[in-house]
Nanobody, 116 residues
Framework: QVQLVESGGGLVQAGGSLRLSCATSGSIINFSTMDWYRQAPGKQRELVALLTRRSTTNYADSVKGRFTISRDNAKNTVYLQMNSLRPEDTAIYYC??????????WGQGTQVTVSS
């Protein structure tokens, strides 16, 4: 059973930065995509950033130019670098992975709070 463990969340002032990490128990080269989602209170979970096996990336319009998704294959870890944070970025951030076989995995989430 593959496990995803997020870390790096916390409280930051508007304009600040955080880097989230998602460590996997399996090799990330076996995933067709690895993504970051977020869910704010009272809102639906939304896709923030996507990284494919071929290193294609895609971002939600609200985070383009501020967030960057990347990975370290040797560490089996995916990152989300978040710069110029805004109060509206406050949410629980979840790591998601889709295996080549089509199995989907979720992490437990990490809280990001941006104060104004």
């Amino acid at each position: 059973q593959v496990q995803l463990v997020e870390s790096g969340g916390g409280l930051v002032q508007a304009g600040g930065s955080l880097r989230l990490s998602c460590a996997t128990s399996g090799s990330i080269i076996n995933f067709s995509t690895m993504d970051w989602y977020r869910q704010a209170p009272g809102k639906q979970r939304e896709l923030v950033a996507l990284l494919t096996r071929r290193s294609t990336t895609n971002y939600a319009d609200s985070v383009k130019g501020r967030f960057t998704i990347s990975r370290d294959n040797a560490k089996n870890t995916v990152y989300l670098q978040m710069n110029s944070l805004r109060p509206e970025d406050t949410a629980i951030y979840y790591c998601n992975a889709l295996s080549i076989e089509g199995q989907e995995y979720w992490g437990q989430g990490t809280q990001v709070t941006v104060s104004s």
